[in-house]
């Protein structure tokens, strides 16, 4: 598979503040990579990379196999968070904009974003703004896709149609990679990245990044008391409606509830891909 | 390139205030320019008292507008009509040396009127005639001196800075991180949320207008023979105004930078068209009125009263008045307007409020 | 219903944002309220509130001295350092004296800003500063919690510790209603009201929405998009058929919750289309 976009070892310092240490990121044709991670993980300064905005103070960053450049970049799509998009120009005019600007040849407004061509941006529902930042970005085939955080805020239907999209690409060869907070997102790439302080801490599909990680469930009478009691410990509970997701063996849990009083059923259950997160990104930080 | 042109057109043709800013900004200047911006007077407001008032009147041609001629006053009954401000000029007759009052805060027409005089000796002079003597006495502003003229109507322009622009500045800030609404569902009732955004700026105008008066009477000299108390109630209720006004701007601002707009909007056709540099009776008849209706020319009657000619508060009722309707009709509308934001579902009967249970801790 | 909605509309103008809806808000409960942008989400916690007039129906609160509210933008000043936003809140709402020190440096140490006390709001990071909002809303200890996406463009680990703020205010009483567009957080919830152009499309227990689910639910391989009404998981494709064919080549499947929603979704759209055509 031929990688449209790499970065090898790549490291960026501002100044004594290493924001990226030493990372590998392979994006290839036809798949959706999922990057994910905390806040001041790096993440935007990957993408700052491999958009030729930065150059890295270390390691290489390769796209369609050359160093960043005019040329490479108008074979790539972008779409920021604030979408890029200006509110007070309709559709029609925004395409117009990016149309001219990338120098392509007049192409047609894809069906899904026509009937809204005479509107303000500004005055689309935000699921609607997003489709029209992702035709505007594909609207001159580029190879690579570059998303951040695509479908934040929308609802389930304009999720849904939105990642029909990229799907869509994808399944023409295109390259796309993703940001995301959002766990159920990031379940529907092919394959995660998972920073955290500046490294890659984990790789793979999502149930290949959960591992064999577990946690306990905790079934108790009052569930407010327990977890008002394990919570005391200092151990991160999730509440499930009245069910508690403990990251804790079971020897633990059944510990301390008994030493308060408290009887409940504890059972260990695999952990979801936001607790094994949680537990990879701490484990990294207590290094 | 073309391509961004175009774009910035598009843009442009939507954004409303920038495109009010754009006409109205060249109109205003045209209009001050063309009809206001005039140093020249030709009329300056005259009154003649003493024994041979009558005779002395008939002399006294453009550009004295003669509004009064009263044979049994005196130098008194002049004096104080140059400190009410009625009139300019106050032609002293029955001494030995007729003698001409004149009101020294007003420069231009002063000027206006000791020319006129001079050309008077003169023509009287060339025609063999004997005219009497006239003796010019410049009172309140002896030397002429522009700064003592500016001064008082720069605290005016203080006040209107902070009262407007700023605090409307302030108010939008919470309106646009969303903290507005917080405060709306905080214990705080709206008046304790209004006048709490309100009183820091009245305090702060209310220190930088002393700065200025001292600045002035320490740097400059200018004098401050009034009453204080006079000015400082003339302050509080201009103060009002220009607090009210900042307030309405920021309920109908959505960010910094168009309440920014709207308050310039509201701020520079005060600076120019109130009297602060251009007299307003230079002013062609056409555009005079627009005075009466700005705010700052009332204040600047009061300061430049107050502060140059001592007039006392029986004189000014007429601006006060003016000013207090201004800022009732003003900080009230703001104040509703306000209010709509805080408080939108305080009405009786839709919600029912149940007694807070406590929390079992 | 201790508080909350019930039958409550919202109209502004021609447009109705809120259409006859009922959220109970009990004590010591999460009810999470879940929708995509201009779903809603917003008018809700704001009608119960008070920032909203209602157009009908009724809404119940506590008094304002016993809300937390947190609208979806704010939450701080980012002016002010993090010692004067707790002074502002705990003047606001009365905590004092003894009872103040004590709750904010536990709050602040459980938050981790104890050693950054004299930083601005605005220094913060984004999770940093709704955890730092929530804390504050949490002070005076209010008998209903109203937050309005407070983990929106926040990192997972944030989006943990803010939860276990969120859980543990539910555990000592409060009534907390959340909305949010994370359908993955609503498992959380003991309640959950889905949210679509102000109407309610399913409330309940996420293990009771998923059982009202109406069709059946199947899963095809291929990446060939079926026939019916389908959308994609991964590279599969999920279809679902209100009655109890599916076409052929897909399997029969287990709704999760993120299943229910959709479902929920699609047969709301689907209603609309039939009634839009019945003129």
Same mark, same amino acid.
């Given at each position: ?6 970065? =090898? *070892? ?26 994910? %991670? ?80 005479? =509107?303000?941006? %500004? ?16 609207? *001159? ?30 399944? *023409? ?39 064999? =990680? ?17 919570? /005391? ?18 020897? *633990? ?9 408290? =009887? ?20 990294? /930080?207590?290094? | ?164 622009? $700023? ?42 207008? $002393? ?52 308050? $310039? ?97 | ?74 939450? &701080? ?151 019916? &009404? ?50």
């Amino acid at each position: 598979m031929v990688a449209l976009a790499e970065t =090898r *070892h790549v490291t960026m310092r501002f100044g004594s503040f290493t924001a990226v240490d030493s990372v590998n990121l392979k994006v290839g044709g036809g798949e959706v990579v999922g990057l994910l %991670g905390a806040n001041g993980a790096g993440k935007t300064t990957v993408i700052r990379l491999l958009l030729g905005l930065v150059r890295p103070s270390k390691g290489e960053v390769a796209l369609f196999g050359a160093p960043p450049s005019m040329r490479t970049r108008r074979r790539m799509g972008y779409v920021p968070q604030t979408l890029g998009l200006y509110d007070d120009l309709t559709v029609q005019e925004n395409w117009t904009f990016t149309e001219s600007a990338f120098g392509s040849t007049r192409v047609a407004l894809p069906p899904s974003i026509r009937d809204a061509r005479d =509107r303000l941006v %500004g005055t689309l529902p935000l699921g609607l703004q997003r489709r029209v930042a992702f035709a505007v970005a594909f609207s *001159h085939q580029p190879e690579l896709l570059v998303l951040d955080e695509p479908t934040s805020g929308v609802g389930s239907l304009s999720r849904a149609r939105l990642w029909q999209d990229i799907r869509d690409c994808a399944e *023409h060869g295109t390259g796309v990679l993703v940001t995301t907070h959002n766990m159920e997102e990031a379940e529907q790439c092919d394959r995660l990245v998972v920073m955290a302080g500046g490294r890659v801490v984990a790789e793979g599909t999502a149930a290949e990044v959960i591992a064999d =990680r577990h946690v306990v469930e905790a079934r108790c009478d009052s569930w407010q008391e327990a977890f008002s009691v394990l919570d /005391a410990e200092g151990l991160i509970v999730q509440v499930e409606g009245d069910v508690l997701r403990v990251p804790a063996s079971p020897e *633990h849990v059944q510990r301390v509830l008994a030493r308060h009083h408290l =009887r409940g059923a504890v059972a260990t259950v695999p952990a979801n891909l936001e607790e094994a997160f949680v537990s990879i990104v701490s484990a990294g /930080a207590a290094r | 390139m073309w391509t961004m042109i175009v774009k910035e057109f598009r843009q442009l043709k939507r954004d409303r205030r920038t495109l009010a800013l754009l006409i109205v900004l060249p109109v205003l200047l045209l209009v001050v320019f063309g009809y206001a911006a005039r140093f020249d007077v030709s009329k300056v407001t005259t009154i003649v008292v003493g024994p041979q008032a009558e005779a002395v009147a008939g002399h006294l041609h453009a550009p004295f507008d003669l509004v009064e001629i009263d044979p049994n006053g005196g130098r008194s009954l002049a004096e104080s009509r140059l400190q009410d401000g009625t009139a300019v000029v106050g032609v002293v007759t029955g001494q030995t040396q007729i003698v001409a009052l004149m009101d020294g805060t007003q420069l231009f027409a002063v000027e206006a009127a000791e020319s006129a005089i001079d050309h008077m000796a003169q023509a009287a002079k060339a025609n063999g005639a004997a005219v009497p003597a006239i003796t010019v006495q410049i009172l309140y502003n002896p030397n002429l001196t522009t700064s003592w003229i500016m001064i008082p109507g720069l605290t005016g322009l203080i006040l209107l800075f902070i009262g407007t622009l $700023i605090t409307s500045l302030g108010i939008v800030r919470e309106r646009q991180t969303g903290t507005i609404e917080q405060l709306a569902v905080m214990p705080f009732r709206p008046w304790d949320v209004i006048f709490g955004k309100i009183v820091p700026y009245l305090l702060l105008a209310a220190l930088d207008l $002393i700065a200025i008066v001292v600045i002035g009477m320490v740097l400059f000299g200018v004098p401050f023979v009034g009453n204080v108390a006079t000015f400082a109630l003339g302050a509080l209720l201009f103060l009002l105004v220009t607090l009210g006004m900042g307030v309405l701007v920021s309920t109908v601002s959505q960010n910094q930078g168009q309440s920014i707009q709207l308050a $310039i909007m509201f701020v520079v056709p005060q600076i120019l068209l109130s009297g602060l540099i251009f007299p307003v009776s230079s002013m062609a008849s056409g555009v005079q009125w627009i005075a009466y209706v700005l705010p700052l020319k009332y204040f600047i009657d009061i300061s430049r009263g107050v502060m140059l000619k001592a007039t006392p508060l029986t004189a000014l009722w007429g601006p006060l008045v003016v000013l207090a309707g201004m800022a009732i009709v003003v900080l009230g509308l703001a104040v509703l307007r306000f209010r709509r934001d805080l408080a939108p579902s305080a009405r009786r009967g839709r919600t029912a409020e149940a007694d807070s249970k406590a929390v079992a801790a | 219903m201790t508080w909350g909605l019930e039958d409550a509309s919202v109209v502004f103008g021609s447009r109705t944002a809120l259409d006859h809806l009922t959220l109970p808000v009990e004590p010591s409960t999460v009810s999470i309220c879940v929708g995509g942008d201009g779903a809603g989400k917003s008018t809700l916690l704001r009608a119960i509130v008070g920032l909203v007039r209602l157009s009908s129906g009724a809404a119940r609160r506590p008094q304002k001295k016993d809300i937390g509210y947190i609208p979806a933008t704010a939450g &701080l000043y980012i002016d002010l350092t993090v010692d004067e936003n707790v002074a502002f809140c705990a003047g606001a709402y009365g905590v004092r004296g003894r009872e103040l020190t004590c709750r904010s440096t536990e709050m602040l140490e459980r938050i981790g800003l104890a050693d950054a006390r004299t930083r601005l709001g605005g220094q913060l990071s984004g999770g940093m500063q709704r955890k730092l909002a929530v804390g504050m809303a949490l002070l005076h200890r209010p008998a209903m919690l109203v937050l309005d996406e407070p983990t929106t463009g926040v990192d997972p680990v944030s989006r943990a510790e803010l939860w276990r703020l969120i859980s543990g205010a539910a555990a000592e009483g409060s009534a907390v209603v959340v909305a949010t567009t994370y359908v993955d957080e609503a498992h959380r919830a003991s309640t959950v009201v889905l949210l679509e152009q102000g109407r309610s499309i399913a409330v309940g227990s996420p293990s009771d929405i998923i059982a009202a689910v109406p069709g059946t639910l199947g899963v095809v391989e291929s990446t060939e998009q079926p026939q019916g &009404l389908s959308w994609r998981r991964g590279k599969t494709w999920r279809v679902w058929a209100p009655s109890l064919d599916l076409p052929p080549g897909a399997e029969s499947l287990q709704p999760d919750f993120e299943d229910a929603v959709m479902i929920a979704a699609l047969a709301d759209e689907q209603k609309i289309e039939i009634d839009g055509c019945a003129c």
